[in-house]
């Protein structure tokens, strides 16, 4: 099998260079000028808004990440509006978008834009990279897309479709498997037109296709297509075996001092999920109750001794590789006066709920605080 499929991708590599052609290109150019989603950054392609476009759906779908990409553009109009923002704004934001440190990264490269580069975008793809959060599929998108920078982005949707187009056999994630699907990228990339080539490649992945059922039968590379040549279209992209999403217990408290006001700490910038706050707690350990979990954590966290008593909430929440379950509680506070914090923290009342980003667990847990009146 591992010779067959070493024979499979070489012989794909080898008809990389015939038969993707001009054609295949003007009829890919055609389909999508034909049907292009009509999209705000593309209808007024300001740079600035290229770019918080491809860093909002970095890993979000079109339909999710529109609402925030016309939240930002309406509250940081330029960039200079982002930089002078403070980061809890953007947080609040961006909050429900998850992979936190794509939004702390935009604002760190809004910043260096603004101080180092008198507030003028990059245009050249090797200075995109050298900002925060930039990585080789961002600075293509917005050096060719906003810049006509002849760069081939490689995205999920790109991938697919390549991978397909040549009928490649290898685990995708490989590092020889990306350099070639790299290498076919660039050698089908348009460059009289790098960037509409490019979102015209995205867009074919994200609209005809498909993970399952594609529709190859609009397809305007069909003729050009390995795969679908051989029946094999839902084979590619080939990937590893999945393993076991890891699941774990977390125990939080729900502290109030005196005033009913409850008690919040915010997360190192640097952490997963930094910069936004949360509630104390952590992992329960194995051989501990929930309740067990509640006292010790936020102790160690605080500082504080608390007596867990209800059981608020159990919320189910899933990140990228893990998933957790949140055991939420209602604690007496045995004693604040040892209170000793090194994070920034806060006593809050229910109406500032919404001042404060939290994870989306957390914020789960805030709407049946509120409900509760």
Known sequence: MKNTSHTVSQAASQTAPTHLTDASRARLARWFDANRRHLPWREHPDPWHIWLSEVILQQTRVDQGLPYFERFVTHFP?????????????????????????????????????????GV????????????????????????????????????NVIRVLTRLHAFESIVSESSSRRQINAWAQSFLDTAQPGRHNEAVMELGALVCLPRQPACEICPLQE???AREAGTQERFPVKKTKQPVPHYDIAIGVVRDASSRIFIQQRDTDAMLGGLWEFPGGK??????????CRREV??????????LTCIATIKHAYSHFRI??????CATVSTSDLNVSAPH????????????????????????SEQG
């Not at 329960?284 to 979990?293: K, L, M």
């Open 224 to 226: 050009s297509c390995l």
């Open 325 to 330: 379950t949140l055991h939420a509680f209602e």
């Open 284 to 293: 329960v350990e194995e051989g501990e109750t929930p309740a067990e979990a």
């Open 121 to 156: 975008l990059p245009q050249t793809y090797e200075r995109w990279l050298s900002l925060p959060g930039i990585g080789p599929y961002t600075a293509s998108a917005i050096s060719s897309i906003a810049f006509g920078q002849p760069h081939a982005v490689v995205d999920g």
């Open 299 to 308: 102790q160690e966290e605080t500082g504080m001794e608390v007596e867990p």
């Open 346 to 369: 806060a006593w809050i009342a229910r109406e500032s709920f919404a001042d404060y980003a939290f994870p989306r667990a957390n914020r789960k847990l805030l709407d049946i605080l």
């Open 78 to 118: 330029t960039v200079h509006a982002m930089a002078e923002a403070h980061l809890d704004e953007v947080l609040r934001l961006w909050e429900g978008l998850g992979y936190y440190s794509r939004c702390r990264n935009l604002h760190k490269a809004a910043r260096i834009v603004v101080s180092e580069l008198n």
